[in-house]
């Protein structure tokens, strides 16, 4: 698995979890990173993204909610996930592109909000 995620779980309405998603230094120093997620029925979204610059952008439905990260040190894109609604339950996925390596995708792990 070349980019491992983790993280996710159940967590009630207006709580918070913290996604993380790891990978080789090969893949992280070229690559943009991000989270894109997909409930049952539905097409996989964008979430967020960060270029290896910095540049983060964020779908209009986390705005102000949702935070990411990177820590190039360890290799690890985070999503910080705050007041938690029951319509962000899917699977979370993330994703690393470059132009050198193309779009490499991880597992995906599960969130659950709900009371």
């Known amino acids: 698995v070349q980019l491992q995620a983790s993280g996710g779980g159940l967590v009630q309405p207006g709580g918070s979890l913290r996604l993380s998603c790891t990978t080789s230094?090969?893949?992280?120093?070229?690559?943009?990173m991000g989270w894109y997620r997909q409930a049952p029925g539905k097409q996989r979204a964008l979430v967020a993204t960060i270029t290896n610059g910095g540049t983060t952008n964020y779908a209009d439905s986390v705005k102000g909610r949702f935070t990411i990260s990177r820590d190039n040190a360890k290799n690890t894109v985070y999503l910080q996930m705050n007041n938690l609604k029951p319509e962000d339950t899917a699977a979370y996925y993330c994703n690393a592109v470059s132009i050198a390596l193309g779009s490499i995708w991880g597992q995906g792990t599960q969130v659950t909000v709900s009371s």
């Open positions: 230094r090969s893949i992280f120093s070229l690559s943009h």
